[in-house]
């Protein structure tokens, strides 16, 4: 029998840093909450390294974070791209483990007894949530009942 994973509301800090409201920042808050950074830090980060990337690139990804109209990939408010967040995770020194590859299924599910002990930040599909041993700490319980796919995580080495 399948246990669903435990749930803790938590908005990484994003309150106490001044914002208001509810909106599409799971890249910034998972990433504050697994590592224990201000929240604030973390914004200012992606945010750099959004403008960094836009200006840097001429892909598409790039044009689309250059415009800065506060559309989806231009701010951390509205979602971060992965051409951006995987480094910086990387470079806090946390080490990417993938748990599907192409053509092989699902593997590993948003649950406690899927997932190793510890702080992670999970990658589901189209978000990004921080799980301390065991326990989702989101604004939200993205596990869909312990049948949420996990695409690879992310943790302290």
Excluded at 94 to 116: F, K, N, Q
Excluded at 129 to 145: E, K, L, M
Aim: some cysteine; glycine content about 12%.
């Amino acid at each position: 029998m399948k246990i669903p994973i435990k749930f803790v509301r938590d908005d990484g800090g994003r309150a106490a840093a001044g914002f208001k409201g509810d909106t599409g920042d799971c890249v910034t808050r998972a990433i504050a909450i697994a590592t224990g950074k201000p929240y604030r830090e973390v914004y200012d980060a992606l945010f750099a390294g959004t403008k960094a990337y836009a200006k840097s690139r001429r892909s598409r990804a790039a044009k689309t974070m250059g415009r800065g109209d506060g559309l989806s990939g231009t701010t951390p408010r509205n979602g971060v791209y992965n051409l951006v967040f995987r480094p910086y995770i990387a470079a806090l020194g946390w080490a990417w483990t993938p748990t599907m590859s192409i053509g092989s299924g699902c593997t590993v599910h948003l649950r406690a007894d899927e997932l190793p002990s510890g702080r992670l930040i999970v990658n589901v599909s189209g978000h990004l949530v921080a799980v301390i041993n065991g326990v989702i700490h989101d604004t939200h319980n993205p596990s869909r009942r312990g049948t949420r796919c996990v695409y690879g995580y992310w943790r302290q080495p």
